[in-house]
Protein backbone atom coordinates (compact mmCIF):
# COMPACT_ATOMS: atom_id res chain seq x y z
CA UNK A 1 0.00 0.00 0.00
CA UNK A 2 2.64 2.02 0.85
CA UNK A 3 4.31 1.87 -2.77
CA UNK A 4 1.06 2.27 -4.11
CA UNK A 5 1.20 5.16 -1.90
CA UNK A 6 4.29 6.88 -2.77
CA UNK A 7 3.33 6.46 -7.08
CA UNK A 8 -0.10 8.18 -6.63
CA UNK A 9 1.37 11.15 -4.13
CA UNK A 10 2.25 13.63 -7.27
CA UNK A 11 -1.07 13.20 -8.43
CA UNK A 12 -3.50 13.08 -5.81
CA UNK A 13 -5.87 15.55 -4.82
CA UNK A 14 -8.12 14.16 -2.49
CA UNK A 15 -8.80 11.59 0.05
CA UNK A 16 -8.12 7.68 -1.06
CA UNK A 17 -10.21 5.03 -0.64
CA UNK A 18 -7.94 2.00 0.11
CA UNK A 19 -10.37 -1.11 -0.88
CA UNK A 20 -8.67 -4.27 1.63
CA UNK A 21 -9.96 -7.61 0.29
CA UNK A 22 -10.33 -10.36 2.39
CA UNK A 23 -10.88 -13.80 2.24
CA UNK A 24 -14.07 -14.21 0.13
CA UNK A 25 -17.11 -15.78 2.32
CA UNK A 26 -19.42 -16.31 -1.19
CA UNK A 27 -22.38 -14.12 1.41
CA UNK A 28 -22.01 -16.15 4.07
CA UNK A 29 -24.71 -14.53 6.64
CA UNK A 30 -23.18 -15.96 10.26
CA UNK A 31 -21.24 -13.86 12.56
CA UNK A 32 -18.37 -16.02 12.43
CA UNK A 33 -17.87 -15.79 8.85
CA UNK A 34 -16.88 -11.70 9.38
CA UNK A 35 -14.51 -12.58 12.06
CA UNK A 36 -11.64 -13.01 9.73
CA UNK A 37 -12.32 -9.42 8.73
CA UNK A 38 -12.45 -7.97 11.27
CA UNK A 39 -9.44 -9.41 12.58
CA UNK A 40 -7.59 -8.29 9.17
CA UNK A 41 -9.07 -4.79 10.23
CA UNK A 42 -7.31 -5.16 13.83
CA UNK A 43 -4.12 -6.20 12.41
CA UNK A 44 -4.25 -3.04 9.92
CA UNK A 45 -4.96 -0.80 13.29
CA UNK A 46 -1.94 -2.22 14.19
CA UNK A 47 -0.05 -1.09 11.27
CA UNK A 48 2.14 2.29 11.90
CA UNK A 49 2.91 2.97 8.54
CA UNK A 50 0.15 2.49 6.73
CA UNK A 51 -0.85 5.19 4.12
CA UNK A 52 -3.58 8.00 4.42
CA UNK A 53 -6.95 7.65 3.38
CA UNK A 54 -9.99 5.73 3.82
CA UNK A 55 -10.22 2.26 4.84
CA UNK A 56 -13.20 -0.06 3.30
CA UNK A 57 -12.96 -3.99 3.81
CA UNK A 58 -14.46 -6.43 1.40
CA UNK A 59 -13.93 -10.35 1.35
CA UNK A 60 -16.13 -11.96 4.52
CA UNK A 61 -18.42 -9.12 5.22
CA UNK A 62 -21.76 -9.64 6.08
CA UNK A 63 -24.37 -7.89 8.45
CA UNK A 64 -22.37 -8.73 11.37
CA UNK A 65 -19.35 -6.39 10.33
CA UNK A 66 -20.39 -3.22 11.15
CA UNK A 67 -21.35 -4.23 15.02
CA UNK A 68 -17.82 -6.18 15.02
CA UNK A 69 -16.01 -3.29 13.85
CA UNK A 70 -17.68 -0.79 16.20
CA UNK A 71 -16.96 -3.29 19.37
CA UNK A 72 -13.22 -2.70 18.71
CA UNK A 73 -13.89 1.42 18.01
CA UNK A 74 -12.41 0.25 14.39
CA UNK A 75 -15.64 2.45 12.33
CA UNK A 76 -16.43 5.60 11.38
CA UNK A 77 -19.82 7.49 10.27
CA UNK A 78 -19.56 10.73 11.08
CA UNK A 79 -16.48 12.39 10.90
CA UNK A 80 -13.17 13.08 9.06
CA UNK A 81 -9.78 11.98 10.02
CA UNK A 82 -7.24 14.44 8.09
CA UNK A 83 -4.35 12.45 8.88
CA UNK A 84 -5.58 8.59 9.49
CA UNK A 85 -2.20 7.22 9.29
CA UNK A 86 -1.54 7.66 13.06
CA UNK A 87 -4.97 7.64 14.17
CA UNK A 88 -6.34 4.45 15.76
CA UNK A 89 -10.28 6.19 15.87
CA UNK A 90 -12.10 4.85 13.42
CA UNK A 91 -10.13 3.16 10.92
CA UNK A 92 -12.56 1.43 8.94
CA UNK A 93 -15.37 4.37 6.60
CA UNK A 94 -16.65 1.49 4.09
CA UNK A 95 -18.12 -1.96 3.68
CA UNK A 96 -18.12 -4.01 0.68
CA UNK A 97 -21.07 -6.40 1.13
CA UNK A 98 -20.51 -8.04 -2.62
CA UNK A 99 -21.77 -11.72 -2.82
CA UNK A 100 -23.82 -11.06 0.96
CA UNK A 101 -26.12 -8.18 -0.63
CA UNK A 102 -26.19 -10.49 -3.81
CA UNK A 103 -27.74 -13.05 -1.67
CA UNK A 104 -30.40 -10.71 0.36
CA UNK A 105 -31.85 -9.22 -2.76
CA UNK A 106 -31.39 -12.15 -4.61
CA UNK A 107 -33.92 -13.58 -2.69
CA UNK A 108 -36.55 -11.03 -3.51
CA UNK A 109 -35.89 -11.08 -7.42
CA UNK A 110 -36.53 -15.34 -7.05
CA UNK A 111 -39.49 -15.07 -4.76
CA UNK A 112 -40.36 -11.69 -7.78
CA UNK A 113 -39.56 -14.95 -10.95
CA UNK A 114 -41.40 -17.56 -9.29
CA UNK A 115 -44.48 -15.41 -8.90
CA UNK A 116 -44.17 -14.01 -12.22
CA UNK A 117 -41.69 -16.44 -14.41
CA UNK A 118 -37.98 -15.90 -15.05
CA UNK A 119 -38.33 -12.93 -17.58
CA UNK A 120 -39.74 -10.65 -14.78
CA UNK A 121 -38.60 -6.94 -14.64
CA UNK A 122 -38.32 -5.74 -10.96
CA UNK A 123 -38.79 -2.54 -12.01
CA UNK A 124 -42.71 -3.72 -13.41
CA UNK A 125 -43.66 -5.01 -10.20
CA UNK A 126 -43.33 -1.86 -6.87
CA UNK A 127 -44.14 -4.19 -4.25
CA UNK A 128 -40.94 -6.42 -5.31
CA UNK A 129 -38.53 -3.35 -5.95
CA UNK A 130 -39.62 -1.84 -2.60
CA UNK A 131 -38.77 -5.31 -0.77
CA UNK A 132 -35.61 -5.50 -2.46
CA UNK A 133 -35.01 -1.66 -1.72
CA UNK A 134 -35.53 -2.40 2.25
CA UNK A 135 -33.12 -5.12 2.24
CA UNK A 136 -30.61 -2.90 1.04
CA UNK A 137 -31.43 -0.05 3.14
CA UNK A 138 -31.28 -2.47 6.22
CA UNK A 139 -27.89 -3.64 5.10
CA UNK A 140 -26.25 -0.25 4.36
CA UNK A 141 -28.32 1.88 6.33
CA UNK A 142 -26.17 1.62 9.38
CA UNK A 143 -22.96 2.29 7.17
CA UNK A 144 -24.46 5.44 5.75
CA UNK A 145 -26.01 6.33 9.20
CA UNK A 146 -29.89 5.98 7.62
Sequence with gaps: MNE?????????????????????????IGRGATKETIAFAIELAKAKNRPPGFLQLAGGTNAHTI??????????????VVDSSNSPDALIGGIAYG??????????????????????RIEDHPQHLLMALKEALALVGPVKCL
Design 4 to 28: MFSIMTPNLQCFNLWQLDGRPMSGD
Design 67 to 80: DGLRKKGLFQTTSI
Design 99 to 120: GYARKIVGRVLRSMQSEYGGAA
